[in-house]
């Protein structure tokens, strides 16, 4: 136990904390108490110029608060934060004024670039943001306080630090970090895919107002461009009525959706570059310059037409470019998604080139028995291979972006990979593609976690995959299934959750830490389940991907529950060097209540993977109510990003239930407040 003021501040640190007058009270008595050990006091211009150059602040720190409502209260936490005391005393002492530094360093020195002025940038902090998303039940039905929800942003922007560590130094259970409902009514209206979006009454469904599959960025020069992206109205049988793209320039407090890239004939596309009746797999990706781009794989249900379609909003604009085809398939079959079908691409703009010119895309091509088979050879064919397909744009800032699109990786016959993924070390800009490898003709036969490498900026690629991990990943399923279908023809059983467990994530660590450098890939995998996965792995390459760690698990899950199930993890490095990793799982469901109870969870390792802390994220939550796709679907992957220091996670949560499915607003889209 330290001094009252010390317990305090380790009670904001922990959320419990409620009132912007508490705060202050707290922060003016431990002002009062470190004069008492310290005849100082400096100015804020002081105390931002001393965090500039202290070696051990946050280069890019947390988000400070720009739309908080000015009050006498916050005028008088700036009053104390511009004459808080210069040198830390000893002790219970020295620990105040680090989280107090750190505290006022949020709140008042990241202002001096974008407000005028030091002190008044602090009360001038513009309108008081309402809460956002369209259905505020939702938050009161998973107990998410609607009291206090703002100060709970300031807390969590002004404290980032003093959580972790916090956290770090208890033993304290999981705390919830607060997030905000970003989703929008469906701007989609019944039909508008046309007849290319292939509606067939008893054999699909379309499930309006549903979102899934999201995906976040946040610019790597400018932490208060965040966007996120998703599929918007599902259909149980892949793919959406578009893909929504939300764009933020205040870090995420608000998010501007007017506008979306036209992939698809449901978001006003037309002709082979977005005339689809159906778009799926969203991605974004800043690029340093201050571009947002954005991909798809839009597909027709009724022809074999598919294609993987990119478009870029330029800086200071808001709107989208026609969407440029990087690649165009049909097929003599006819059949859709049949042979010559592209999937599962991911967009990745080169942060390490300033000008923002160089942005890359890559997926997979499935084809059988070849790109020019008929019919019939397909429905009789024995072979097929899924290769790497990758596109560059070396003009990605000018007017009118090139892109030129290649075979790069080719397994074998029976052989197939999917889930790309490209980072880009920050040393020598080496490009790294992750990928799921499944190995069926060629010794070693399985499946594998794999990487490839190009040092030339995707001129040429290695020959030969480089293996991190065997993958043993068996997918998910309900140990107790219902009937969630009933407008499918014969009310057929929802037995499968919709992770297969071929998708993988990478990260980087950009970081000055000891980690400089340090590549992590994580999937799931399976143990000793007998329903599906319980395994969240983690492995991590210091010589930029030619060679790879054991891998370890990662998950919280307690192994003494009902199912233990986990699945669909995501990984990011913040720039202190933190690591952290998202995941779903089932800890908290139980046998014989009807529901599929699930959370979403993140941990994080401030010493490269040696030990971890647990946070939850959402939940808990029936996954019945989520759309069944193949399986119930929330997506095939979350979005997991940092501003500084500052973790945020967008993820998809299922709506409570209705009673009666489907449920007219299976699921949402949901960002963590920064942690």
Known sequence: MGTPAFESLRELAAGNLREVDALVAMAEAMRAWQLSATDCSCTTRDVCARFDTDAHAPPSPPLAITQVAPTRALSRLVWVCARMPCRAGTGDAGRVSVLLLSMCRNWICLQRDTVAGWVPAALDLGKHRAPSGRRAGWAAAANISAIGGDVRRIFYLSAAAVIAVAWTASSAAAATVPSTDISIPSPFAPGCGLAAEGNNPGGNFNYPDSEVEPWLAVSPTNPRDVAGTWQQDRWSDGGAHGLIVAVSHDGGLSFDTSQQPRFSNCAGGTGDNGGYGRASDPWVSWAPNGDLWAISLSVDQTTARNAILVSRMRHGESTWSDP????????????????????????????????????????????????????????????????????????????????????????????????????????????????????????????????????????????????????????????????????????????????????????????????????????????????????????????????????????????????????????????????????????????????????????????????????????????????????????????????????????????????????????????????
Not at 355 to 383: C, I, K, M, T
Not at 458 to 467: L, N, R, T, V
Not at 518 to 538: F, S
């Open 324 to 675: 440029t085809i990087l690649k165009f398939d049909n097929s003599r079959t006819g059949l859709p998604q049949g042979n010559n079908f592209n999937d599962k691409e991911s967009l990745t703009a080169d942060p390490t080139d300033a000008s923002g010119n160089l942005a890359y895309a890559v997926w997979d091509r499935f084809v059988s028995p070849n790109q020019n088979a008929p019919l019939p050879a397909f429905e009789h064919a024995r072979s097929f291979h899924e290769p790497i397909w990758f596109s560059r744009t070396t003009n990605g800032a000018a007017d009118n972006p090139t892109w030129q699109a290649r075979e790069i990786f080719d397994p074998g016959t029976k052989n197939a990979t999917i889930s790309n993924q490209i980072v880009v070390t920050p040393d020598d800009g080496t490009l790294v593609d992750g990928f799921y490898l499944s190995k069926i003709n060629q010794p070693p036969t399985g499946n594998f976690v794999a990487v490839i490498r190009s040092t030339d900026k995707g001129e040429s690629w290695s020959k030969k995959a480089i293996i991190v991990a065997p993958n043993q990943a068996i997918g998910e399923n309900d140990p107790e299934p219902i009937h969630c279908r009933p407008f499918i023809t014969g009310d057929p059983p929802c037995t499968i959750v919709r992770s297969d467990g071929v998708i993988i994530d990478l990260a980087v660590d950009n970081s000055s830490g000891p980690n400089h450098g340090r590549l992590y890939v994580t999937w799931q995998d399976h143990a000793d389940n007998p329903h599906g996965d319980d395994l969240i792995m983690l492995s991590h390459s210091d010589d930029g991907g030619r060679t790879w760690s054991t891998p370890q698990k990662v998950n919280n899950t307690p192994s003494n529950t009902f199912t233990d199930q986990a699945f669909e993890p995501a990984v990011h490095v913040n720039n202190q060097g933190v690591v952290a990793v998202s995941y779903y799982d089932f800890r908290n469901d139980v046998s014989g209540d009807g529901q599929l109870t699930t959370d979403h969870w993140v941990v994080r390792s401030g010493d490269g993977g040696a030990t971890w802390s647990e946070d939850h994220l959402g939940g808990p939550f029936d996954l019945h109510q989520a759309p069944y796709a193949r399986g119930y679907f929330v997506g095939d992957y979350q979005g997991l990003d940092s501003q500084g220091s500052a973790f945020r996670a967008l993820f998809t949560l299922a709506s409570p239930s209705v009673g009666t499915f489907p449920n007219p607003n299976p699921t949402d889209e949901f960002i963590s407040d920064p942690f």
